[in-house]
């Protein structure tokens, strides 16, 4: 992949401006990714935590978690828009287990694609 192609992960508080969000139909229809949505709104306080035994925990809210799927959801239906017509959405992946997993998986999903992890 190129440089632009590598998807970046924001640690939590981190915001990123100037992406286009990705079709509110996946988010509307993916139960998962309403869920998120809804736990969003209500303000849930932590979706995913990340526990190392060499640094402190890091955790991330609901709105923190739904705010990187949308932008890194947009950036994946961007780069399947270039694919040839007809060929399939599938997106794999090679994380670590950690918050970034789950916001890979999350934003494959919402742009629309079949996830294919490769991590153990």
């Given at each position: 992949l190129a440089p632009s192609q590598v998807l970046s992960f924001a640690r939590p508080g981190i915001a990123r401006g100037g992406q286009q969000l990705?079709?509110?139909s996946e988010m509307d229809t993916v139960p998962i990714l309403q869920r998120l949505s809804q736990h969003a709104a209500a303000g849930g306080?932590?979706?995913v935590a990340e526990t190392c035994a060499k640094s402190d925990p890091v955790r991330c809210s609901y709105q923190q978690?739904?705010?990187n799927v949308r932008s890194n959801s947009a950036t994946i239906a961007r780069l399947l828009a270039n694919s040839t017509e007809g060929s399939p959405k599938?997106?794999?992946f090679l994380v670590n287990p950690s918050i970034a997993y789950?916001?890979?998986e999350l934003s494959i999903w919402a742009a629309g694609a079949a996830c294919v992890p490769l991590s153990v």
């Open positions: 990705p079709s509110p306080p932590v979706a978690l739904l705010d599938h997106v794999a789950v916001v890979s």
